[in-house]
Structure formats: C-alpha cells, structure tokens
Nanobody, 125 residues
C-alpha cells in the first residue's frame, strides 16, 4: 500500500523558514508521478501551493506563494520538499502533499489520487 508521510511542520515566528518533507513508501521501484503541496487553514478551503513533475524538471507555484515557497524532489529518496521562507501568520495551516495519477499535474485537486495525513505549520509571534 502506497503511503505519503509529511514532516517538518512546527511552531515558528513570522519571518522564519521551514522545510517540509513528504516521503513515499510502499510503492514499486521507480514509479514516479507528479507531486504537489496543498494547505488548508481552519474554516478555509484547501489551497494549492505548488506542483512538481515526475522528474523534478518542471515546477509550478501558485502566485500567492511563488516568491517565498519552492517545491523540489529527490526521487532517489522518494521524497518531495517544500522550502518555505519568510513565513507569515497567514501561512498557518495544515500542509498536505499529494500524488497525481500522471507524470504532470496542475493545481486541480481532482488530479491527485493519494494524500498524506498532513503536517501542521503554525506561525505566531
């Protein structure tokens, strides 16, 4: 059974940085699909943040975070990362990684068929 596990969340202050990790387990070797990060804050809809192609060669970030967040992946580690810089209070949310059914996917959540449990990021002064 393929699973995704996020880590790296925590309590930070405005202006701090965090790197989130998402590790895939239980898959057949070298079965890489596009991956993405989403987040959801209490009382708000799920928000797309960034996506990366199966090889890592192509990425797309939402305009809202493009200047501060960077998605990347290391297939040899079955891992996807989200580097988040200059965090602010509005970034407080649960962050989820997701795996698509194809080699590339965009911001549409319906393209993602496997989701992790999420990691909490809280930004507070």
């Amino acid at each position: 059974q393929v699973q995704l596990k996020e880590s790296g969340g925590g309590l930070v202050r405005p202006g701090d940085s965090l790197r989130l990790s998402c590790v895939k387990s239980g898959d057949i070797p070298d079965n890489f699909m596009a991956m993405a990060w989403f987040r959801q804050a209490p009382g708000k809809e799920r928000e797309f943040l960034a996506t990366v192609s199966w090889s890592g060669g192509t990425t797309y970030h939402s305009n809202s975070v493009a200047k501060r967040f960077t998605i990347s992946r290391v297939n040899a580690k079955n891992a996807v990362y989200l580097q988040m810089n200059n965090l602010n209070i509005e970034d407080t949310a649960t962050y989820y990684c997701a795996r698509s059914r194809g080699k590339w996917a965009d911001q549409d959540p319906s393209q993602y068929i496997l989701w992790g449990q999420g990691t909490q990021v809280t930004v507070s002064s």
